[in-house]
């Protein structure tokens, strides 16, 4: 990693607004919950999954190459979020162990044990983004590949890590307020994700052969989780356009389908769902992006079929305006006088 690529990663969480706004509205809510002690509990739980789940998004982004999802209420939802506490359960083992060596040994063995912990902790986020499986994040073999593979960046990594970590502590030891202190904490989180998902795209090591995938499901396990997946994503959808926020609720569903293999298949099935719901007006706005992809694709049959399962849930849908030529040609094409006439 050059200089210059470097410092831009040190300050990324900082000059990111996808990430700063994040950090910030993290603070002052853990700042609130800390304040009120046990009675803020439940504040501190809400934030905390919404936090890792963002995290996860960040560390996965930054790994395949892109840059930090945007900011957005449905970012902060407690729903599909609940893998991405899996780290959370590596910091619970390691403080666990810290604990036991210090019981046993020393003061100073656990301490030595902080500092191992933190070397592999980075590597286990960067085997988790690879593989998405958490067995596979414990999995030592899998970590020391992730190291050897990273080479020098991911040295630089782990001295950055201390070195911030040092900071916050002198920081603390001399008096500062927990308050700015937890910004610190925070950052250095966002950092860690962060960075390490950079190291994994830098290296390709998503396509690292050494490392070891996840067990395959079988197709209809893959199939009963993707249906799981979608189900949790049409219903947040339908909290957000319940409310008001047709274009949130779109998006969240939109985002889904571009990360699906089968996109296809994805819009049929959510359209359907859609057309469940009490109120039609956010599955017509959606068939409106749906029918300009299949006039692309040239499939005829199925923009008969949209078509008219739009009309059938209100005779008042019209295409986008781009569009609408080309849908009259197909259906005049196909001898459909009943849907030309809603068309004209």
Not at 65 to 70: F, M, S
Not at 184 to 213: K, N, Q
Not at 302 to 313: P, R, T
Request: hydrophobic share 50%; with cysteine; net charge neutral.
């Amino acid at each position: 990693m050059k200089p210059a690529e470097f410092g831009r990663e040190i300050v990324y969480p900082l000059t990111s607004i996808a990430t700063l706004v994040p950090m910030i509205v993290s603070w002052l809510l853990f700042s609130v919950a800390l304040f009120f002690g046990l009675f803020g509990l439940f504040l501190f739980i809400v934030t905390l999954v919404p936090f890792m789940g963002y995290l996860m998004k960040l560390l996965e982004a930054r790994a395949n190459g892109k840059e930090a999802p945007p900011f957005d209420a449905e970012l902060m939802a407690l729903i599909g979020t609940g893998w991405a506490l899996f780290p959370l359960v590596i910091l619970l083992l390691l403080g666990w162990l810290q604990f036991a060596v210090g019981q046993k040994y020393s003061p100073g063995a656990a301490l030595f044990v902080v500092f191992l912990s933190s070397i592999v902790f980075p590597a286990s986020l960067g085997v988790l983004s690879i593989t998405r499986s958490p067995l596979q994040g414990l999995n030592p073999v899998a970590i020391v590949r992730f190291i050897q593979s990273s080479g020098v960046d991911y040295l630089l990594l782990i001295v950055t890590l201390e070195s911030v970590s040092i900071a916050l502590y002198l920081l603390q030891q001399s008096g500062t307020p927990p308050f700015p202190l937890r910004l610190g904490l925070i950052y250095l989180a966002f950092l860690t994700y962060s960075m390490t998902g950079a190291i994994v795209s830098r290296h390709r090591l998503t396509d690292d052969v050494h490392i070891p995938a996840p067990l395959t499901a079988t197709p209809a396990q893959n199939r009963h989780e993707l249906l799981k997946e979608r189900q949790a994503i049409v219903t947040h959808a339908y909290g957000f356009i319940s409310r008001g926020n047709r274009a949130g609720g779109l998006s969240h569903i939109q985002t889904q389908i571009d990360g699906e293999q089968d996109q296809d298949e994805a819009y049929s099935w959510f359209f359907n769902q859609m057309l469940k719901w009490e109120n039609a007006d956010a599955a017509l706005f959606f068939a409106q992006t749906y029918l300009h992809r299949l006039l692309l694709q040239q499939r005829e049959a199925a923009v008969l079929k949209l078509l008219s399962q739009c009309f059938h849930a209100d005779s008042r849908f019209r295409p986008a305006a781009d569009d609408r030529d080309d849908a009259i040609e197909v259906v005049e094409r196909n001898g459909r006088t009943d849907l030309l006439a809603l068309l004209r």
